[in-house]
């Protein structure tokens, strides 16, 4: 970048490529296909929001580039959205607004009034000011990726600055009930009772609110607050100089500055004196931060939510990086190049952010930023075009601060007229009249903030973070603190810098937006994929096979990573780095993730329906919705539904997976089984099962009958195992043989100390070891090599296993501590083991149950590297002799490793080649061969690519299915989407 100049801060020459503005970012603003509530279909809407609760009701937030986008005021049609029931379509000339009382002795006879929105626009005095309003709510998706809150995700984007002209509250209530400050500072009550103390807004009923009992949404603060003019708090009746849109309150709303979001209430109907605390629901169960331990059961059990003193007011103090973008990368092209780091900072009540602080090394060391806030004559700013306002008019109004002058701010022609914009990006804040700070110290807008850095600095990064102080010396956490409610998550914001090549970190990228295409069986490797990068790059060419291109060497490039990414993409760092979810979400993975088959999922009915089946059910008095691919009969429910009737009808006869996970914690899942009436499944697969289980009958059929030693095979007295999968047994190493510099086998004898002779393990299983080291108990699971059936089993079980970081002292600090214990455990020790467990069984004769489904596959082919050979192998193996029953068995194997000396097994792969040389083929891919090696290798040199995954494996078909186990890079980058593309399913691709 080139120095920013002195008229502008802000501007530079980007050498950043930002994959959002050149469309690489494909947001979710689709992800419901079209699907809109009828209530909703007259509301025009900005079709780049990312929907974060699907389409009724619509709460939404735009991508933070937008937001930014628009400068210090951000575009109306990109402002967050937060609705909690039914858009109401009210109207301009009938609306009205209540000024009354509770209770009837609360104000004098006759003091209750009633307003038109012309006599409110008419009051001789109005304000009009530049307000941040946020979300309680925002950057709760971090937070429920700790664990589950009952609140659905949002992103960074649930924050918004616009200019808002309306009436102060506390003019409304002196014309009104003449309550004001007296000269002593004391409140005057005027006609009103001195038992007052609080002043309560309520929402219009017909936004259809069931879980209040008057079915609107409605808060209250304390009367000092509303009397003060030094808060600006304003019946606000228009958004950037025009008409209040019906998602933000058509045609009047409240604006509390400084507070959380969630005060000011759209859609006003009511403003009322109270001597208690508004009684409305959401005013007692929506904005509170409840301690840690609470959960969802001891909110409920211990009456959490009705204690007072944990309600939301004011902001807290939070910062954003909001360039680079996530998935924006540069290229360093000289030492010079620099990267310039921009976002916003705010705080409640408020407060000025007097520094924002950067730090490059997790907080050892800050470096300030330069701050920018909106002054009037903002030469970044062009004034608007054909924009008409009259001079302003200035009223004097008493208060507790003393006289104020307050500016009147006329919208030019009836209700506000539309004004053309010719540039989106620009509000002149000086022509507006506004004034920074208000009363000379409220600050209740962002402030831009921005830090340069040369490119050079950020090759040894790993992670930016960003932190804001305001005036009060409040400051950021380092980390999210869980509550109930998922909110005011203001940790420092965090984005990771990768090093990876542009068109590697552009697949990437693109693959987070798209993953919802990925069999969900897959999804968990998705999700760890951010731990690996791409890194290294071989020469231009191919393999001495012609098996497709080597990749390109590419400058290396700097990748940004944001937290997460909008709505319901499984993009950003955290997302990645979530892979131990606490129990209460990993009821939530487990439905998500588990595709359940047609014999299981539902024990009350088994089953299943089509897609176009269900589609029928779509109606109140039917009503069907699929999510988790489980069919649920909603009609019953739809009454007592917390979010409405329409919020489910709108789904009836479709998948509601998404929005329903998003929403809804553990105990609606759990709640939700006994609506389950059974499963949905394609017509392709609805054609495919029957075939299977033609299949798998006609096999069973053509068997001859089991004796009692074959019958062993599939049923194994508990008793007489060796091992047991409920608890862990002493095994003891009985030899340790090298096989190749870093990998070796080890004998275990299972029998010590048990009268069984057999250790009973079924193929497919693997078992679990166990070790203490350094204080904790490290657990690994390993699949045998050997025995391989019952007629094998002599009670001694033969693992192959990498030895990680050979040579270095087992620790619990770095990776594969287990494999190095076992490396140095003397012959002749125990160590702790337990088994079989696994979800993939081999039946015989073609049969493989995988998670209770069984499935007969006459066609396998198995995708390996490394040690993931030693499943593959075993499975071939007894695949292998049920060939002299089945001919039709046949098994093809494409196996990967980074040089010849680390082959595994490669004599017993060879001999079951030669052994079965119709059944049985293997192809060997390697990273590297020495130079006595490259004229006589006759397999592929390189890494697999989609022309070897089609050349050597079979084609998907009603009988074939493909197995992989290996490294997550491997078997993500290269072979999931290449057998995707070759026509394979999440049905017929199985992950060891």
């Known amino acids: 970048k080139k120095s920013p100049t002195k008229a502008d801060p802000m501007s530079s020459v980007d050498l950043i490529t930002h994959t959002y503005f050149n469309g690489t970012h494909q947001f979710s603003s689709d992800l419901f296909k079209g699907i809109q509530s009828p209530d909703d279909e007259w509301i025009h809407r900005n079709p780049r929001l990312i929907r974060l609760t699907g389409p009724h009701p619509l709460n939404a937030e735009a991508p933070i580039p937008d937001i930014m986008r628009g400068g210090f005021v951000t575009k109306t049609k990109d402002h967050y959205v937060r609705n ?96 004001r400050y007296d000269e002593n500072g004391e409140i005057d009550y005027g006609v009103a009772s001195k038992q007052v103390r609080y002043v309560c807004f309520n929402g219009t009923a017909k936004e259809g609110l069931n879980r209040a009992q008057d079915h609107t949404y409605g808060t209250s603060i304390p009367l000092e607050w509303a009397m003060d003019p030094s808060r600006d708090i304003m019946v606000a009746y228009a958004m950037n100089d025009k008409d209040l849109t019906p998602d933000h309150g058509f045609p009047i709303r409240m604006i509390f500055p400084g507070m959380v979001g969630g005060r000011s209430v759209k859609w006003l109907e009511s403003i009322t004196l109270s001597d208690t605390e508004s009684t409305n629901f959401f005013h007692w169960h929506d904005n509170k931060v409840l301690p840690p331990n609470v959960d969802w059961s001891l909110a409920q059990t211990a009456g959490w939510y009705d204690r007072p003193g944990y309600q939301l007011y004011n902001l807290n103090v939070t910062s954003t990086i909001t360039s680079p973008y996530h998935g924006d990368w540069l290229v360093p092209n000289k030492m010079n190049d620099t990267v ?282 039917d009503c069907w919705v699929i999510f988790n691919k489980g069919v649920y009969d909603m009609t019953s429910y739809l009454k007592t539904h917390p979010g409405g009737i329409d919020s489910v009808v709108i789904f009836g006869g479709r998948d509601a997976t998404d929005v329903f996970n998003e929403v809804h914690g553990p105990d609606a899942i759990d709640a939700s089984t ?37 019958r062993e095979e599939w049923v194994i007295d508990l008793q007489h195992r060796t091992l047991s999968s409920n608890r862990w047994k002493k095994i003891v190493l009985a030899e340790k043989k090298d096989i190749s510099h870093d990998t070796r086998l080890f004998r275990f004898d299972t029998k010590t100390g048990s009268n069984a002779s057999q250790i009973g393990l079924p193929v497919g299983n693997h078992v679990l070891l166990g070790a203490m080291i350094e204080d904790d108990f490290i657990v690994r699971s390993y699949t045998p090599v050997a025995p391989v059936g019952l007629s094998d089993d002599k009670g001694v079980l033969d693992l192959i296993i990498k030895i990680y970081g050979a040579g270095k002292k087992p620790t619990h600090k770095e990776p594969g501590m287990l494999s190095r214990y076992l490396d140095e455990l003397p012959v002749g020790s125990h160590i702790m083991a337990k088994g079989p467990t696994g979800q993939v ?46 001919p039709n068995l046949k098994f093809s194997v494409l196996f990967s490793n980074h040089s010849t000396k680390d082959i595994l097994l490669r004599k017993e792969l060879d001999e079951l080649a030669t052994k079965y040389p119709d059944n049985f083929r293997i192809w060997y891919v390697v990273g590297e061969l020495d130079e006595s090696e490259r004229s006589s290798w006759p397999f592929s040199l390189g890494r697999i690519n989609e022309q070897m995954i089609a050349t050597h494996l079979f084609e998907p078909g009603a009988t074939s299915l493909a197995l992989l186990c290996g490294p997550p890079p491997m078997i993500e980058h290269a072979c999931i989407p290449a057998l995707l593309r070759q026509g394979y399913d999440e049905n017929t691709i199985i992950e060891f």
């Not at 009436?677 to 299977?692: H, N, P, T």
Request: charged share 30%.
């Open 340 to 621: 310039l780091f921009k976002g916003f900072a705010h705080s409640g009540g408020g407060h000025k952010i007097n520094r924002v602080e950067i730090t490059f090394d997790g907080g050892e060391t800050w470096e300030l930023c330069d701050i920018t806030y909106p002054v009037i004559g903002d030469p970044t700013r062009p004034s608007p075009k054909g924009d008409k306002r009259e001079k302003e008019d200035t009223k004097e109004d008493n208060g507790k601060a003393g006289k104020e002058k307050e500016a009147k701010g006329d919208l030019g022609d009836e209700k506000g007229s539309e004004k053309k914009e010719e540039d989106p990006t620009w509000y002149d804040l000086a022509s507006a009249g506004i004034t920074i700070p208000r009363h000379g110290s409220r600050y209740w807008s962002w402030c831009h903030w921005h830090h340069e850095v040369p490119a050079w600095k950020l090759l040894n990064v790993k992670d930016v973070s960003v932190r804001a102080t305001d005036d009060q010396i409040s400051t950021q956490p380092q980390y999210p603190t869980w509550n109930l409610n998922g909110m005011m998550n203001n940790s420092w914001y965090t984005i990771k810098v990768d090093i990876s090549s542009p068109a590697t970190a552009h697949q990437k990228e693109e693959r987070h937006h798209e993953d919802h295409d990925y069999p969900r069986r897959m999804r968990k490797r998705i999700e760890q994929q951010d731990r690996y990068h791409a890194r290294e790059f071989v020469p231009d060419g191919q393999d001495q096979q012609g098996e497709g291109p080597w990749e390109t060497p590419v400058p290396l490039s700097i990748v940004f990573k944001h937290p997460v990414v909008p709505g319901s993409g499984r993009g950003g760092w955290k997302h990645a780095a979530s892979q131990h979810d606490p129990p209460q979400n990993k009821i939530k993975t487990t439905h998500a993730q588990r595709q359940p088959c047609a014999e299981e999922v539902n024990m009350r009915s088994g089953r299943t329906f089509t897609y176009s089946e269900v589609s029928r059910h779509n109606k109140p008095d």
């Open 84 to 179: 909690h029931g039914t858009v109401p379509r009210l109207e301009w000339n009938t609306h009205k607004l209540l000024l009354g009382a509770t209770r009837d002795d609360l104000v004098a006879k006759g003091a209750k009034k009633e307003m038109s929105m012309d006599e409110l626009r008419s009051c001789p005095l109005s304000i009009k000011i530049l307000v941040t309003l946020t979300c309680d709510g925002n950057r709760r998706k971090e937070v429920n990726l700790i664990k589950r809150t009952s609140g659905f995700s949002w992103g960074p984007g649930g924050t918004s600055t616009a200019v808002w002209t309306g009436v102060p509250l506390h003019y409304l209530l002196r014309k009104t009930f003449g309550i």
């Open 674 to 710: 006994w609506f389950q009436i059974g499963i949905v499944v394609s017509d392709e697969e609805a054609e495919a099962i029957k075939l299977r289980q033609e299949m798998i009958q006609k096999t069973l059929e053509a068997q001859p009958k089991m004796n009692e030693e074959e």
């Open 841 to 886: 069984l081999y039946m015989g004769n073609g049969i493989i149950n995988v998670d209770g489904q069984s499935i007969y596959a006459d066609h396998l082919s198995g995708v390996c590297g490394g040690t993931g050979i030693t499943p593959v192998y075993q499975l071939a193996k007894a695949y292998m002799k049920d060939t002299a029953k089945n």
